[in-house]
């Protein structure tokens, strides 16, 4: 069973906008903290966007401050990432994550990735 199962990825125009999921099996949601990552090509994966388990703690990266919003539903075990005036610079594999520390930069669970493209 995979513990985290990203949809939503594909092709967008810049300007336009995307709703990434994140579905959460086999482990307690509501314990964990989440994230989006992201990963371009050639390049390392980043820290998106992050949410703590109650959602009363969120951090993005700077680049996507005010066009990206993370959000959790804890009743139904998924994560959403809104992902709003897209850029080219946005192309890449996003990937979300949990952990049970919010600091930490140690993931326990992995998404296997959904392929966001940004047409210019």
């Known amino acids: 069973q995979v513990p985290l199962v990203e949809s939503g990825g594909g092709l967008a125009q810049a300007g336009g906008s995307l709703r990434l999921s994140c579905a959460a099996s086999?482990?307690?949601?509501?314990?964990?903290?989440m994230a989006w990552f992201r990963q371009a090509p050639g390049k390392e994966r980043v820290l998106v966007a992050k949410?703590?388990?109650?959602?009363?703690?969120?951090h993005y990266e700077d680049s996507v401050k005010g066009r990206f919003t993370i959000s959790r539903d804890n009743a139904k075990n998924t994560l959403l990432l809104q992902m709003n005036s897209l850029k080219p610079e946005d192309t890449a594999v996003y990937y979300c994550?949990?952990?049970?520390?919010?600091?930490?930069?140690?993931?326990?669970?992995w998404g296997q990735g959904t392929q966001v493209t940004v047409s210019s």
């Open positions: 994550a949990a952990n049970t520390v919010y600091i930490s930069t140690t993931y326990q669970y």
């Open positions: 949410i703590n388990w109650s959602g009363a703690s969120i």
């Open positions: 086999g482990f307690t949601f509501s314990n964990f903290n």
